[in-house]
């Protein structure tokens, strides 16, 4: 797992290669902000389904 310990728009490179930022959404949320290069792939979940598997991944372990 990276932990990132960086401020709001603060950027890592990871393996010379992705670069991960952090921003802060007017939510107040963080986000990562994640640049990848080209040629990758990126597959992507919709939000609120991550979300809700999270909170079902959560309910199991109480």
Same mark, same amino acid.
């Given at each position: 797992?990276?932990?990132?310990?960086?401020? #709001?728009?603060?950027?890592?490179?990871? *393996? #010379?290669?992705?670069?991960?930022?952090? &921003? #802060? #959404?007017? $939510?107040? $949320?963080?986000?990562?902000?994640?640049?990848?290069?080209?040629?990758?792939?990126?597959?992507?979940? *919709?939000?609120?389904? &991550?979300?809700?598997?999270?909170?079902?991944? $959560?309910?199991? *372990?109480?």
């Amino acid at each position: 797992m990276l932990v990132l310990g960086c401020t #709001n728009h603060q950027s890592v490179i990871i *393996d #010379n290669v992705i670069e991960v930022t952090v &921003l #802060n #959404n007017k $939510q107040g $949320q963080v986000v990562l902000g994640i640049d990848v290069p080209e040629g990758i792939e990126v597959r992507r979940k *919709d939000k609120f389904s &991550l979300v809700e598997e999270i909170q079902k991944s $959560q309910s199991r *372990d109480i």
